[in-house]
T-cell receptor, first 111, second 112 residues
Framework: GEDVEQSLFLSVREGDSSVINCTYT??????LYWYKQEPGAGLQLLTY?????DMKQDQRLTVLLNKKDKHLSLRIADTQTGDSAIYFC???????????FGAGTTVTVRA | DVKVTQSSRYLVKRTGEKVFLECVQD?????MFWYRQDPGLGLRLIYF???????EKGDIPEGYSVSREKKERFSLILESASTNQTSMYLC???????????FGPGTRLTVT
């Protein structure tokens, strides 16, 4: 999506932390999401954050939101081979049914 | 758990054929969506239905139409398939309003 940008590829060593970055342009964004797509599967919601939050932690996942810079990141601690997937950043505003997706970041975990 | 199923995982059709992609959900969700996914482009919204018999065009509706006669089923129709419609098609559902969308496994369509 042209309104949401992500880098396309990330390679990380097993056990290290992964950080996936995303920028968006819509200042009225209310909800920001991270979806995961494993090979041959649909998208699965990993986590989301409301725009009035700076950080959300959920087990190995940490989401950071810098609303001033319109920057969202997803940190995966202790990355495992099962974390190899495409990760999509998405945003929506409170008065819009649409989700705008980034192009997706392909994360490859190497041994 | 929400279950979203799509009629085929893989489909091969010829140019000019009429193609039907079916999506069925079992959670009584009002909203249903059709996206196509292409490498480097992410997901792009084709059509959206906010309730039975209701539809709205998304960002790339050209060459597609949809049908929602029953709440649980949302069909995507390619009236005359073309090679540039070769793609992964994803269906999603959502309870009315803003919130999480639940995705089906996708249909990989190849038009030759």
């Amino acid at each position: 999506g042209e309104d949401v940008e992500q880098s396309l590829f990330l390679s990380v060593r097993e056990g290290d932390s992964s950080v996936i970055n995303c920028t968006y342009t819509d200042s009225s964004s209310t909800y920001l999401y991270w979806y995961k797509q494993e090979p041959g599967a649909g998208l699965q919601l990993l986590t989301y954050i409301f725009s009035n939050m700076d950080m959300k932690q959920d087990q190995r996942l940490t989401v950071l939101l810098n609303k001033k810079d319109k920057h969202l990141s997803l940190r995966i601690a202790d990355t495992q081979t099962g974390d190899s997937a495409i990760y999509f950043c998405a945003e929506s505003s409170s008065n819009d049914y649409k989700l705008s997706f980034g192009a997706g970041t392909t994360v490859t975990v190497r041994a | 758990d929400v279950k979203v199923t799509q009629s085929s995982r893989y489909l091969v059709k010829r140019t000019g054929e009429k193609v039907f992609l079916e999506c069925v959900q079992d959670m009584d969700h009002e909203n249903m969506f059709w996206y196509r996914q292409d490498p480097g482009l992410g997901l792009r919204l084709i059509y959206f239905s906010y309730d039975v018999k209701m539809k709205e065009k998304g960002d790339i509706p050209e060459g597609y139409s949809v049908s929602r006669e029953k709440k649980e089923r949302f069909s995507l129709i390619l009236e005359s398939a073309s090679t540039n419609q070769t793609s992964m098609y994803l269906c999603a559902t959502r309870l009315a309003g803003v919130g999480e969308q639940y995705f089906g496994p996708g249909t990989r369509l190849t038009v030759t």
